[in-house]
């Protein structure tokens, strides 16, 4: 006993977070409808002490809770990059709350709730561990799309994320309950012991294991499982949105490593032809679909959906190399995604929301430099060199074609350029388009100041993109 209470010490960034999580709430009690600012800053110090406390214990690794929370460098790393994505989430989300009256408490405990789902599904080594993350995530996000009641966009997507969710949650469920019927565990590592030296039913193992890739599929919004993802980011408050984009997703790239990876590693064979389903579709109708789109969150969702594609193609490659690069995609994904839907709320003001690909025409006249931001945004997403998404899909498709998938390469190759289409529309529309409104920008400095810095920081991981891919590396090895 002596020993697991020692290893308490691994989980303190996920206590210090419940306690303070505790603490907000009970600020939301008792101040009411005022308690915005208090609420804010609190979350903003919660992030940053614990982006603090796991950086100064990145030496110690280990598993802990008998076998159901690990500590190791990919927890670390995942956690740092969440928490300090969440710190600039609530920055560019607060001045857009504020001017449509959501400057609320609440927003910041569910957000504060829903990053400790994140912490632990990235330290899940247990069925039953990732699961609770996983649903105090969930929730937290159906509640964040619904908060702004007067609106029956919003409604109506929380109604559909909360309902597909639930589905896709029982799924996932079901296939560790036949999972754990067939190898006798619920601990991940217990279960890649049994599948390596027991004499299991593989059948039972690869029905189990359809229900667990439904749920992955969900969760990424991978076709098919994705027709929820463009109405939630189209319905929701774009700050809410801009949250459901980005950290969330590195929480499922963990998901998918502890459970696939991790727990059912001697699968692959199994799993391996899944994804390349999934991948293939993703790429292809997310990319195909993105070019009919005219409002800007929902092309930026079905984009979404091709980037979970190229994603899953360093997944299903199955090496080392290949996990890397899948790592490296999902943090430049996020960075590039916290950028875009960061510019989107730049320019969106009180009774305007700046959503569609028209309300951008002519920006490069009005606000040149913001839309050199922009620019570099989209070059990223679109994989142009010298911005890092280039260095991304390099890695991803490189990873696929190591492991002889010529044909998924070519694939992944061909919706690149046909992808490329979409981003530089946008573009097109800054900067070679007549602007039919005054752009004003009416952002806080300090919002300005971090956007700034954010599509500088993607194009100088462009240029210099070793670092970045070394520390990914280093995880795997």
């Not at 990732?130 to 966009?153: K, Q």
Request: overall charge negative.
């Amino acid at each position: 006993m002596m020993f697991e209470v020692i290893n308490m010490s691994f989980a303190l960034p996920e206590i210090f977070m419940m306690v303070m999580a505790c603490i907000i709430l009970l600020v939301v009690a008792f101040i009411g409808e005022s308690s915005g600012a208090a609420s804010y800053w609190l979350s903003q110090f919660t992030l940053v002490v614990t982006s603090i406390i796991v950086y100064q214990s990145l030496a110690s690794a280990g598993v802990t809770f008998d076998g159901s929370y690990i500590k190791d460098a990919l927890s670390d790393v995942l956690k740092l990059a969440i928490c300090i994505i969440n710190v600039v989430v609530l920055l560019y989300s607060a001045s857009y709350l504020r001017a449509r009256n959501l400057f609320k408490g609440e927003y910041y405990a569910l957000a504060i709730f829903a990053t400790l789902g994140m912490l632990i599904m990235v330290s899940s080594s247990h069925f039953l561990t990732l699961y609770l993350g996983l649903e105090l995530l969930s929730l937290c996000l159906y509640a964040m799309v619904a908060m702004h009641r007067d609106s029956t966009m919003a409604t109506e997507a929380a109604m559909k994320f909360f309902i597909l969710g639930a589905l896709a949650s029982g799924m996932l469920l079901y296939g560790m309950s036949i999972i754990y019927g067939a190898t006798g565990s619920l601990a991940l590592a217990s279960i890649a012991t049994a599948i390596q030296t027991g004499d299991l039913n593989n059948t039972v193992l690869s029905f189990g294991l359809v229900f667990l890739i439904i749920g992955i599929g969900f969760k990424f919004g991978a076709v098919p499982f994705h027709m929820w993802l463009p109405d939630v980011y189209h319905g929701a408050p774009t700050a809410v949105t801009l949250f459901i984009a980005t950290a969330p997703k590195i929480a499922a790239f963990a998901m998918i490593i502890r459970l696939l990876v991790d727990g059912l590693g001697d699968l692959h064979q199994h799993w391996q032809g899944m994804l390349i389903i999934l991948a293939v579709l993703s790429m292809i109708i997310g990319n195909v679909v993105a070019i009919a789109q005219t409002n800007l969150k929902r092309m930026l969702a079905y984009s979404t959906i091709s980037h979970v594609g190229f994603l899953l193609l360093g997944v299903l490659s199955g090496t080392s190399e290949a996990y890397a690069a899948s790592m490296f995609y999902v943090l430049v994904y996020a960075l590039t995604t916290l950028g875009a839907f960061g510019m989107i709320i730049l320019m969106s003001r009180q009774g305007f929301e700046a959503e569609n690909i028209e309300d951008y025409k002519g920006l490069s006249e009005h606000s040149p430099w913001f839309a050199f931001m922009m620019l570099i945004l989209m070059f990223s997403m679109a994989g142009i060199p010298p911005m890092v998404g280039f260095y991304a899909k390099l890695a991803v498709i490189k990873a696929v074609i190591s492991v002889d998938l010529i044909s998924v390469a070519i694939i992944a190759v061909l919706m690149s350029v046909i992808g490329a289409f979409y981003y530089l529309r946008l573009i097109k529309v800054m900067y070679f388009d007549s602007p039919e409104k005054q752009h004003e920008i009416h952002a806080p400095k300090e919002m300005c100041i971090m956007l700034s810095s954010n599509a500088l920081l993607v194009l100088a991981l462009g240029i210099f993109p070793g670092s970045l891919m070394a520390i990914c590396i280093t995880v795997f090895s």
